[in-house]
């Protein structure tokens, strides 16, 4: 699509330079061809940012500055009918008029605008609920969710299950990035951007929350996450994401983030040496010897002397933890195979889970 776009926008500035050479060179005297062409080419790239800047505007947004613009040009004609004329030069009259309506409508337009932007804001804070009592914190109201949260697919779970209790915010341009994904000639960016509008479905149909869609968009800032903070600031609210980087940009902005990798950090059983578990040995580890596996919540399990376990599922006694910057790593001896198969098999299990 944004291919499209931009060979469209092409076409019509290539269209309108050359349309202003052609009147230069029919009806002004052919001198005046190089600075048509300057005046063509300037005019359309003009047109082109204009209708980039209306499609990014909010309906809002276009319908108070339309008002605002008709309001201006009505009170021009008003201003000008209860000037004489008579006694003015015709040319005077008419650039006057032109200038007069030019002023009017220019900030007519601009107060439009404000008055509907005062009136999204007013909507905005109308969505939140009201003021907890004292002794609790802000996370249990309103909740902004973000691109990579929808997707990840956990936060429909923890909906699922109670424990979360909210109105759930997704803003209008959340909903335009995974609709571009959903588009997206990528299959994998495709996959991502279905996947995410079917987690959009289950948390409407949760009975424990309230999803909100609000039309809302920041035009003059490009970055979705920098929409994100302004407009979790402008609600008072945290920002439900997976995104490590827009938790880091939020925290530094002072809005709160509720990072779903660490609750399920947090909610990770706890394995404590000579306790036994089973895992499918998938791969050698480090050491010649070691075999290496993952718990199903993605935990690294080392397994001593596990080499010759490969493709089999064993239970193993753990004997150490190492806690890392990238996550926990259990480390075992084995005790009994459980099961044999091959990696494939373990693949499609999980992928069935």
């Known amino acids: 699509m944004m291919k499209i776009r931009i060979l469209i926008e092409f076409l019509i500035v290539v269209v309108g330079t050359a349309l202003a050479i052609i009147y230069s060179k029919y009806y002004l005297d052919p001198g005046w061809i190089p600075l048509g062409a300057i005046f063509g080419f300037s005019a359309s790239l003009t047109i082109v940012y204009i209708i980039r800047k209306i499609v990014e505007s909010s309906i809002s947004s276009l319908i108070g500055v339309n008002l605002g613009v008709g309001g201006g040009l009505v009170v021009s004609w008003f201003a000008f009918s209860i000037v004489p004329s008579e006694k003015i030069d015709t040319n005077i009259l008419l650039f006057s008029r032109i200038f007069v309506m030019l002023v009017f409508g220019y900030f007519g337009g601009l107060i439009g605008l404000k008055i509907a932007e005062l009136v999204g804001s007013l909507q905005l804070k109308g969505t939140q609920q009201p003021s907890r009592p004292s002794g609790k914190t802000s996370s249990g109201y309103s909740k902004v969710l973000d691109t990579s949260a929808i997707i990840d697919g956990r936060i429909a779970d923890v909906c699922e299950t109670g424990f979360l209790e909210a109105t759930i915010i997704i803003p209008t341009f959340v909903l335009k990035e995974l609709q571009d994904l959903a588009d997206s000639h990528d299959p994998f960016l495709r996959a991502k951007g279905r996947r995410g509008f079917d987690i959009l479905?289950?948390?409407?149909?949760?009975?424990?929350?309230?999803?909100?869609?609000?039309?809302?968009?920041?035009?003059?800032?490009?970055?979705?996450?920098?929409?994100?903070?302004?407009?979790?600031?402008?609600?008072?609210?945290?920002?439900?994401?997976?995104?490590?980087?827009?938790?880091?940009?939020?925290?530094?902005?002072?809005?709160?983030?509720?990072?779903?990798?660490?609750?399920?950090?947090?909610?990770?059983?706890?394995?404590?040496?000579?306790?036994?578990?089973?895992?499918?040995?998938?791969?050698?580890?480090?050491?010649?010897?070691?075999?290496?596996?993952?718990?199903?919540?993605?935990?690294?399990?080392?397994?001593?002397?596990?080499?010759?376990?490969?493709?089999?599922?064993?239970?193993?006694?753990?004997?150490?933890?190492?806690?890392?910057?990238?996550?926990?790593?259990?480390?075992?001896?084995?005790?009994?195979?459980?099961?044999?198969?091959?990696?494939?098999?373990?693949?499609?299990?999980?992928?069935?889970?």
Do not use: W
Not at 249 to 264: C, D, K, W
Not at 321 to 326: A, K, N, P
């Open 201 to 353: 479905k289950r948390l409407k149909e949760c009975r424990h929350i309230m999803v909100k869609i609000v039309s809302v968009d920041f035009p003059d800032n490009k970055d979705v996450d920098g929409k994100l903070i302004r407009f979790a600031k402008k609600m008072k609210a945290p920002i439900i994401t997976t995104d490590y980087n827009l938790n880091q940009m939020a925290q530094l902005q002072g809005v709160e983030v509720l990072n779903i990798n660490e609750l399920s950090k947090a909610l990770r059983p706890i394995v404590i040496p000579g306790e036994e578990l089973e895992v499918f040995v998938m791969k050698p580890g480090k050491d010649p010897k070691q075999g290496v596996g993952h718990l199903e919540d993605g935990t690294m399990v080392v397994v001593e002397d596990g080499k010759s376990y490969i493709g089999k599922r064993v239970r193993m006694v753990v004997t150490n933890l190492l806690q890392t910057s990238s996550g926990r790593i259990i480390f075992g001896r084995v005790r009994e195979v459980v099961e044999t198969g091959s990696q494939e098999d373990h693949y499609g299990e999980r992928l069935e889970i």
